[in-house]
């Protein structure tokens, strides 16, 4: 594939991961166009001229023409309870919204990528966790051409809330780093990183299936 041939579709464009994505991808020369589906037009990507948007009040409408004709789909889309607001509505988001628009994507020659979390694991006894953990498993039994899932620690943004966070953990990491080593797969990564290694993965990835752990996330360049 030619680096002028590629042609991304991404879902969750208007958070802190997606917004990061896409900056990368108008940046990034192997992409050729972006389409972002979101709710209403957002002005900051009206400045990137590869990318487009196709706005979509309800992602559960997306069909199969929809998604047709790109190479590859990344996922972004992702809540917490608490912003959602309840368990029901955060499992709509998290886990119908991402499985319906992997449906979707079954037997087209589309690689999919999907932010998941680190602690994804369908037998947690944490629901956050378990809901991501049921996403990975029912992705698993989808007939795709290339999945790739990516394990994240916390994210680290550009808001000014977690600017404290972001050094505090720095500095806690730096005292540690010689005498405790684990920790190191837990250390907090931003949303740039992470957007970094999902279009490296888009562009290297041999594998029918892949996940990208928090120290790959933190260490591939």
Request: aromatic share 10%.
């Amino acid at each position: 594939m030619t680096n002028m041939n590629k042609k991304a579709l991404v879902i969750g464009a208007t958070g802190l991961v997606g917004k990061a994505l896409v900056k990368q991808l108008q940046a990034t020369s192997e992409f050729e166009s972006v389409t972002v589906v979101v709710r209403k037009e957002l002005d900051e990507f009206k400045v990137f001229s590869k990318v487009s948007q196709f706005v979509l009040e309800d992602f559960l409408l997306l069909n199969d023409q929809d998604v047709s004709g790109y190479t590859h789909a990344f996922s972004c889309l992702g809540s917490t309870i608490k912003k959602a607001g309840s368990k029901q509505k955060f499992y709509a988001i998290d886990y119908e919204v991402n499985a319906h628009f992997a449906d979707l994507l079954q037997d087209k020659e589309t690689h999919l990528l999907l932010v998941s979390a680190m602690g994804a694991n369908s037998s947690s006894i944490f629901f956050y966790n378990r809901v991501k953990g049921l996403l990975e498993d029912y992705l698993k039994t989808l007939t795709l051409n290339k999945l790739s899932i990516f394990h994240p620690s916390l994210l680290i943004g550009e808001r000014d809330e977690q600017r404290l966070l972001e050094g505090a953990a720095q500095k806690i990491f730096l005292l540690l780093k010689d005498t405790i080593k684990k920790p190191f797969m837990y250390k907090p990564v931003t949303a740039e990183q992470l957007a970094h290694i999902m279009i490296i993965a888009a562009n290297t990835q041999m594998e029918s299936f892949k996940i990208y752990d928090n120290l790959a996330i933190q260490t591939t360049s």
